[in-house]
């Protein structure tokens, strides 16, 4: 079973640059996941879809971030101005049902450094 | 607000050794708890997991402990081994409007020496 592919897995840009990352989760999970991780952080969830419905968006900073899921299946998430806090890096997971038991699967992540 | 806290960044232990990871939460609404586990350079991989309706789990050499009463669950590894050096996040999940969130701590790095 193929995982949770991303791209790119590194990305350097200036402050009040765009960038934007994509996923392609493990087929059939219905519930995709961004999350971001700053160095010595726990991930912390950013938007979360089930199917291409978005159930929790509330720490998504939505002056500067968005996400989109396409036909449910693949997502992007977009950074656009980037600001030096934003240097992190951007987790894509996925599971396959939506309650806490089904275990979640994360891609390698991209890291961004934002100068 | 931190719900869900790893308050040991980093933890040494020799091997064949117990090694014991510790995790308090806050929110009494989390149902389900897991732990994962990082290697540099990849995302965090899933481990073993815990219904808030059980106080063990038991997956060959990982343990996890619950206690509800003192918001708190542990992760055991008997015995560890260097490949077991990693970043171990506690998470906890909640269901809430008909879907589940999963919240994560900041981690405890574990480094098992020879």
């Known amino acids: 079973e193929a995982g949770v592919a991303q791209s790119p897995r590194y990305k350097i840009i200036e402050k009040r640059q765009s960038v934007a990352f994509w996923c392609n989760p493990i087929?059939?999970?219905?519930?995709l996941y961004w999350y971001q991780q700053i160095l010595g952080q726990g991930p912390k969830l950013l938007i979360q879809f089930q199917n291409n419905g978005v159930v929790d968006d509330s720490q998504l900073p939505k002056d500067r971030f968005s996400a989109e899921r396409l036909k449910g299946v693949d997502s992007t998430l977009k950074i656009q101005p980037a600001k030096l806090e934003d240097s992190a890096v951007y987790l894509c997971a996925s599971s396959l049902g939506f309650s806490g038991a089904s275990e979640a699967f994360f891609g390698q992540g991209t890291r961004l450094t934002v100068v | 607000d931190q719900q869900v806290k790893q308050n040991s960044p980093s933890l040494s232990v020799q091997e064949g050794r117990i090694s014991i990871l510790n995790c308090d939460y806050t929110?009494?609404?989390?149902?389900?708890f897991l732990w994962y586990k990082k290697y540099p350079a990849e995302g965090p991989t899933f481990l073993i997991s815990i219904s808030s309706i059980k106080d063990k789990n038991e997956d060959g050499r990982f343990t996890v402990f619950l206690n509800k009463s003192a918001k708190h669950l542990s992760l055991h590894i008997v015995p560890s081994q260097p490949g077991d050096s990693a970043v171990y996040f506690c998470?906890?999940?909640?269901?809430?409007?008909?879907?589940?969130?999963?919240?994560f701590g900041k981690g405890t790095m574990l480094l098992v020496s020879p």
């Open positions: 929110n009494s609404m989390f149902d389900y």
């Open positions: 087929s059939g999970h219905a519930t």
């Open positions: 998470a906890a999940s909640g269901t809430a409007w008909g879907y589940s969130t999963l919240t």
